[in-house]
């Protein structure tokens, strides 16, 4: 069956510092991948997504994404985190053109002052 | 413009008892989705409405559950003889076409008690 893991359910990282938060899937083609976020109090919110072309992929806020087709991964990444980005992340897969969007149980960040 | 919109934001239900969840999609999005999200899992997919398309019901956990789209405008999710087990928040998101972003509304929550 197609799954998302998300293997750190918290990660806590200080202002300024770097953030990579890890997804992977499990599906014998390329899907779709989707990265977003869900502040406190706010609907979720699309960070990045990959459909085909170049593996890194940006996205707003500052965050970047690479897909790594040998590793079946869709890390997500920040150079340098502010206490704004403080929220829940969540992985998501679509297998090619089912848009039935398979989710990560997501990854809470923390960010220490 | 407006984004998607859900209504109840909050509600608090006996067991047993029936409920609907409303959700108002962005003007012009012919897709709509459904998802439920238990406390500290991710979402899980129960619907989506495609133009005039019949529905994709596949996610639905039970017959108690049913939704309903009229055209290309608000959708009702029923929950009937609702359990405990139903507590979760019930969110809503629309796009273009399926191949586009879903924009998340805030979601209902939904507390059986």
């Known amino acids: 069956a197609q799954s998302v893991t998300q293997p750190d359910i918290h990660i806590t990282v200080s202002e300024g510092a770097s953030l990579e938060l890890r997804c992977n899937y499990s599906?014998?083609?390329?899907?779709?991948l989707f990265w977003y976020v869900q502040s406190p109090g706010q609907g979720l919110q699309l960070l990045l997504k990959y459909f085909s072309g170049d593996t890194l992929v940006q996205g707003i806020k500052g965050f970047e994404a690479e897909f790594k087709r040998s590793q079946s991964s869709f890390n997500l990444r920040k150079p340098s985190v502010h206490w704004s980005d403080a929220a829940e992340y969540f992985c998501a897969v679509a297998p090619g053109s089912n848009y039935q969007l398979i989710w990560g149980a997501g990854t809470k960040l923390i960010i220490k002052p | 413009g407006a984004g998607v919109s859900q209504s109840p934001s909050n509600k608090v239900t006996e067991k047993g008892k029936d409920v609907e969840l409303r959700c108002d999609p962005i003007s012009g999005h012919t897709a709509l989705y459904w998802y439920r999200q238990r406390l500290g899992q991710g979402l899980e997919f129960l619907i989506y409405f495609q133009g005039n398309s019949a529905p994709d019901k596949s996610g639905l956990p039970s017959d108690r559950f049913s939704a309903e789209r009229t055209g290309e405008s608000v959708s009702t999710l029923t929950i009937q003889r609702t359990q405990q087990e139903d507590s979760a928040v019930y969110l809503c998101?629309?796009?273009?076409?399926?191949?586009?972003?879903?924009?998340f509304g805030p979601g209902t929550r939904l507390t059986v008690l």
């Open positions: 998101a629309s796009s273009l076409t399926l191949a586009d972003e879903q924009f």
């Open positions: 599906y014998g083609a390329t899907p779709y």
